[in-house]
């Protein structure tokens, strides 16, 4: 697995001892708040909020939460409003680095994310500089044990995903961005658990780190840039082996 894969599998991993904090709430409260602002507070004709409510609820945030989001971004109470901003930068050994924020202050948002970046052996880098690397695509998570892989690809296929990678939690289903929610759909019908279903950037390219000592750099960077409140997502192109990954503490 490339970059935006390998991390998505460590913060699966990192979420579940981590779920009560309230940094995770927060990213999600602005999520939710910013696609009711965008699309309506009506989930079933938005998409980009009906995502952000399964994966508020499959990180176990109460329903008063989601509720009180939707009625942030479509005014029905008093919200802050929130500014999408992608910021582009390299990480160590040349690692392309897609950075999506949600932020309240421009100002402070850029310099944290500079700060991070300067400290983690990387830095900013000119707008469209690495941008071109990725394109987004849909990824669907599906909980299941390795022995439906047969099963659960043959629904996803047809359904018309381009691949289904295994991992230690379940798999990973990747599609065209434009039918992610019909494939979605078709690996529920299949009587598969879905856990989530978004939009990702996949890299053109990867940049192989074989050392570990490099390669656990990169993973605190990732780690450090995610652990903003600010920040919605970080897309990244290394490749890093499984074994390193797996020995991952932080």
Known sequence: MSGHNKWSTIKHKKGKADAARSKI??????????????????????????????????N????????????????????????????????????????????????????????????????????????????????VSVEAPASAEDALMEAALEAGADDVESHSEGFEVMTPQEIVDSVKDAIEAAGFKVTSAKYVKVASTTVKINDKKRAETMLRLMENLDDSDDVRNVWANFDIDDDIIAGYEG
């Open 25 to 58: 709430f927060t990213k999600l409260i602005k999520e939710i708040t910013v696609a009711a602002r965008m699309g309506g507070g009506d989930e079933s004709g938005n998409p980009r909020l009906r995502k952000a409510i399964l994966e508020a609820r499959s």
């Open 60 to 139: 176990n945030m109460p329903a008063d939460n989601i509720i009180r989001a939707v009625k942030k971004g479509t005014g029905e109470l008093e919200g802050v409003s929130y500014d999408e901003i992608t910021y582009e930068g390299y990480g160590p050994e040349g690692v392309a680095l897609l950075i999506d924020v949600l932020t309240d202050n421009r100002n402070r948002c850029v310099a944290e994310i500079r700060s991070i970046l300067n400290k983690g052996g990387g830095k900013m880098a000119e707008p469209n500089s690495v941008g071109w690397m990725f394109s987004a695509r849909g990824q």
